[in-house]
Each structure stands twice: as structure tokens, then as C-alpha cells.
């Protein structure tokens, strides 16, 4: 355990400046037989830093003692006007521009390729980069656009940055594996290498979207935090003592740094809203089947028993609506079976964000403060008694939430599901390159679960399931309007960010996982040092609760964004979205 005042440099990967990082890398690198996977990693990383044009390039990068936080004045230094311009007014804002004639297609791309630039150089948050091919893409747009007097879709021009588990046309999709480097998905010869291009790759092209670059993720997906042995450490620029979540972690990264005005990441246990609290962004985790995932790559595909899904995070809620509104106006369900046929539905939203529908309708919640096994740190505490005193302030009732099943017990069926192989599908991925996977990654070796095992846990999850839907089918007994509670406020974690290697605990995320409930976060203050400190008296329920509150510094937390989750029932997603932007401007009103 860390001592209040140890150096936290010890701690963790903490480079002082981009080149000192691939030379620190490189000498950690042996020239034994191992060495084979260790060159391929630093060999792909040179290959997509060396895309980098010249003039884009930082000499220096600050050590994190230096500046600690990098988004901001910081990262503007390297832009001009115009190009700040561009890239901090959010994707609707953009849209309305572009598909107006006002901004051209091209100039918003080459202003976010140069922003992403920068960022990956200070944070390592890109895995692929294909600014050319974007840049290509904006032009036809424009040309496009000049020729019949109207957009190409409803997203044109809009930059969009991927996660890397979406296969692009002429883009490698590694995942953080070394051994998937030069091929699909691990394996060689399938004529689908740079080829084959995911289900929503294809959708959002139709839509007019600027395709552009893919960003980091933790080798396997399956941790809260964003490391791997090609591109090293993503950390979390507005306070690079912390992560930036995982396992979409670099897209929460580059958003946070305004390299993106949007992006997609996937979510099978907060990968998605881990990243967008971590960086004070918005992000949403659908319910299974509203959005399609056909065609990406994936860590233990086949598990179908908690299902990943993909989801946008963005600087604000309406960026959010935008790009959900665009895809389903696609139709995916017919090109994905596993999307239900629910077209976006504006009466859903409306109920939130029309005043006399809500005075018709009064909106209730809930409040977990504590899980009962890992207690909050004292900024996310913080940040969840503003947002009920301010629904409290509103008029809203907050009644507290005490649920059965516990989520100690949701958690308990989470890891069942994710242990189901056993760990043979990421160990066979690192088998491919001899690599050795990041002590932070979740999930042990031990012997793969028969199909009776996995049919009574889906049993003990469907029942699960029902216990919790029922108990929050009488909450209408205490909220006062008739009706259950329309939202759960939450901690999406236990802390406002994982200090690396420090995920301690998941269950605040995970939960939602496994009752398949849509869930928004929303950013709602920062730590400050003289405001959140360290409860001196604090008393532990238990080992994890002591592990955690123990790594908590106000020091070496002091800037970073905190942020908190709001969750609704299956497939609310409209509604949620809605009651992001209600309840985010209520709260930074």
C-alpha cells in the first residue's frame, strides 16, 4: 500500500515527453527470445506515430509534475484559431454548419486529424490513424455537397472516432494484441484483412460521417483502465496522474482533449461510461440490441449471456441524441439480427424535456450512495448530494435505493458470465505473439464451464433479473406520483478516476450489465483538494473498502473530473438521453 507522500511516479508507466516514453520502452525490451512480439509491438506503434506529419509534432511534452493537466489552454497552444474553433463547439454545433455550407467538410477534418495528433502525442490514446483517407472522404463531401445543394446525410461532415474493435476498409484492427497485428482478428488468409468493415462503419459513412482514426483499448477489453504492449499507458489529460477508464479509454481520452467530437466505445461492464466519467464527458450504454454491433471484433465473442454493447460518448448530451437519431434512421435491424426494430421515438424525450409534460408527469428518483460493500471516495459522494439537492430543488422526490437482489450478488453472476471459458479465448490471443498480458487485465486461468453450469446461471440471472424489476416496480408506493422512479442516481465508480493499477472495484458499473438497464453519466463537478478531503475516520465494511479508500490522495486527485450515472429500465434510451441534458443543466445552470 501506497504511503501518503511516496513518490507516485513508482507507481506506474509515466513518461516526461513522447520520445523519452518510446525510448523508455524500448530499453525495457529485452533481445532474448522474447524479443520477437516486443519489436512487432514497437515496430506497429512507429508505424502509426510516423503518420504523424511534421509539423504536427510536439518536441517536449511535460513531465506530469510540469503540467498535470493538458486539456485546454494547454493543448490550444498547438492549434491555430480557426482550428480551435472547430474542434471545441460539440458535434451538433458542427452538423449544423456543414450540412449548411457555413463549414466545409474538409477544413472540420484536417482541424480534428491535427488536434487528435496532438493529443495522442501527449496522452497515447491512438491505435490507427488514417487522416489521408479522411481527409479523401471530406473532400468528396464537399464535392458532394457543391454539386446538389444538400449534405450527404444527416451526420455530414461530421468527425467520428472509433474504438478499436471496429474493422475499417484498409485499417488494421488489433485490439491491443501484438499477435492480431497483420491479420484479422488473429488469424491469417481470411481475404477480410483491411477489407471487411464493421456493420456501423458502414452506416455511419452512409450518414456522411468523416471517418478518421481508432483509438486505444486494454489488451483483452476486460479492464477498467487502458494499457497494452503496443502503445503503453493512456492517461487521463485533465489529470494525467489517473487513467482515463477503459476499455474505451482512448476515446475517452481524445474526446476529453477535443481530438473528437464523438465517438463510439463498447460497454460490458462500464467500458464506455468508465471512460466518459473519467474524462467529464457524456456517454451512454444502450441496452442490448438498440444499437448494431455486427461485424466488430471482440475478447470471448460467443458469451452471449451478458452482452457487450456500443455506445456514443461526447462533450454533451445533444452530440449524443445526434449520432443515436442518425444510426437508427439506417435501419440497422436490417443488417443486424440481434437489433430490435425500435426506431427513434421524440414522445419518449419529450415527456423529459417538454415543461408541461413533466408538470403533467412529476419525475421521481432514487439514490445509491453506498453499495453496501465499497463506499465512495469523498468527491464522488460529493458530486452525488449536488445532483439530488439540486432534483430536490426542483421539486423532485429522491427516495433511497436499497434493492434486492444486492448488487454484491449481481456482481456474483457478472463474473460467472465473464469466467464462462475460462479465460481460453484471451489466452489464446496472447499465445499468438508470446506477449505477456498487463497485471491490471481481469480474468484467471482455471477450467472452462459446461453448458449445464451456463444454463442454470442464465437461470440465476433471469431471476435475478425479475427480483430487481420488481423491486423497482414498488418504489410507485414511495415516490408520491403513482409511479416507480424514473432513475437510479449512482457513483459509476468508487472513485472520480482509477489511479493506475488501482481499479480496485466494479460493481457500481457492472450491475447495469447485468440487468441490461440503459445508463447515461454526466459530468458534475471536479475534486478539490481544500473541499474533498480524507475522511480520517472512515470505517471499512471490508477489505475492499479499505483497499479503496486508501488510494485516495486529494493531492493527486485534485483537478479531475467527477462525474455520476443515471440508470433507467431496458431500452429507455431516448428517455435517458433526455434526462441527461435535463438534470446536466440543471446542475451547471
Known sequence: MQKKHENPRQLYFKPSQWQQQRRDRDNERTTDMGSDWQKTAKDKADSVNDLIPQEWRIKDVPSIEQQRDVTGSFIQQYLDKGEIEITETDAVGIVERTTSGTWKAVDVAKAFCHRAAVAHQLVNCLHEIFFDAAIADAEKADAYFAEHKKPLGALHGLPVSLKDQFHVKDVETHMGYVGWIGTFEGKKGTNKEKVFESEMVKELRSLGATLYCKTSVPHTLMCGETINNIIGYTQNPANRNLSTGGSSGGEGALIGLRGSPVGFGTDIGGSIRIPAAFNGLYGIRPSTGRLPYQGMANSGDGQNSILSVVGPLATTPDALALVTRGLLSTEPWLHDPLVHEIPWRPEAAAAISDPIQRLAKPLSFAVLRHDGTCAPHPPVARAVDLVVKKLESLGHKVITWDPKPTHARLMEICAKCW?????????????????????????????????????????????????????????????????????????????????????????????????????????????????????????????????????????IYDGAHVSIQLVGRKLQEEKMLALAKYVGEAIHS
Open 419 to 555: 469466467d464462462f471459458d475460462g479465460g481460453a479465448d484471451m489466452r489464446s490471443a496472447f499465445a499468438l505473439s508470446g506477449e505477456e498480458p498487463a497485471p491490471q487485465i481481469l480474468g484467471e486461468k482455471r477450467p472452462p464451464v459446461d453448458a449445464t453450469e451456463i444454463a442454470a446461471t442464465n437461470v440465476e440471472k433471469r431471476e435475478a433479473q425479475k427480483e430487481y424489476m420488481e423491486y423497482w416496480n414498488s418504489t410507485a408506493e414511495l415516490t408520491g406520483t403513482g409511479r416507480p422512479v424514473d432513475a437510479i442516481i449512482s457513483p459509476l465508480a468508487p472513485f472520480a478516476a482509477a489511479r493506475p493499477n488501482g481499479y480496485t472495484y466494479y460493481t457500481y458499473s457492472t450491475f447495469v450489465n447485468v440487468l441490461d438497464y440503459t445508463s447515461v453519466v454526466l459530468p458534475v463537478t471536479r475534486v478539490d483538494k481544500s473541499v474533498d478531503v480524507k475522511d480520517e475516520a472512515f470505517k471499512a465494511v471490508g477489505e475492499v473498502d479499505q483497499k479503496t479508500q486508501d488510494l485516495y490522495d486529494p493531492e
